[in-house]
């Protein structure tokens, strides 16, 4: 009986602490959606700011590599970066929409999401272009064209581990070292992902 009573007693306490945990755990989840919604109130009804002073991101053609080459898919990725970078375009990845209305006013959203839509199909179509000019066996087009992408700030896994292989085809694994060091020391919010990728496509050549 003496351990029953202990047991009953421990069974409560634990009950105690489970329904404590979850009035507090929902507590906090009404608070944080109370905050989100006054917030996103708030954004909703600031009124329009000047955005002709933004610093825009501006690609030349001349920055684009262009290989001699009659391979289909990489001349229509060619096609296709050139009228891209034709258009406006800003990297607002780190903003939430909410954000983006606070700092620039509701009236400028649709514009402000055209830019940021416009710069990562930029870097998507850089992708597509170089793993084009990889397929065609287009080495040194496919890393100047990768190189590309993460100097306007690709965050695509793929990307990495694309550029890397290709340097261990052409026997530079020192050159997987050079990114994981660029990566280090980047702001990358999931640098961590990046890291890891390249080390196992370094692990695989091993």
């Known amino acids: 009986m003496k351990y029953i009573a202990i047991y009953l007693v421990c069974f409560l306490i ?34 329009k700011k000047d955005i002709s002073n933004l610093p825009l991101l501006h690609v030349s053609e001349e920055e684009i590599p262009v290989a001699d080459t009659d391979n289909d898919s990489a001349l229509y990725y060619v096609g296709q970066v050139k009228e891209i970078i034709k258009n406006p375009m800003m990297d607002f990845s780190d903003y939430t929409n909410t954000d ?5 006013g509701v009236g400028n959203f649709k514009t402000i999401s055209e830019y940021d839509e416009t710069f ?10 170089a793993r084009s000019y990889e397929k065609a066996d287009l080495l040194d ?4 064209t ?3 992408a993460i100097r306007y700030g690709t965050r695509q896994v ?15 694994p020192e050159k997987i070292q050079e990114l994981l060091d660029m990566i280090k020391s980047s702001d990358f919010p999931h640098k961590d992902n990046l890291e890891t990728a390249l080390r196992n496509v370094i692990f695989s050549y091993r």
């Open 14 to 47: 634990f009950i105690g602490w489970l329904l404590y945990e979850q009035r507090k755990s929902r507590k906090v989840a009404e608070q944080e959606s109370k905050d989100f919604w006054a917030r996103e109130q708030e954004a909703n009804q600031t009124r």
């Open 100 to 104: 983006l209305k606070l700092a620039y």
């Open 120 to 129: 990562h199909e930029f870097l998507i179509a850089l992708g597509s272009l």
């Open 141 to 144: 087009y496919a890393i100047r």
């Open 146 to 148: 990768y190189l590309l």
């Open 158 to 172: 793929a990307d990495y581990e694309a550029l890397a292989r290709i340097y261990l085809r052409k026997d530079q």
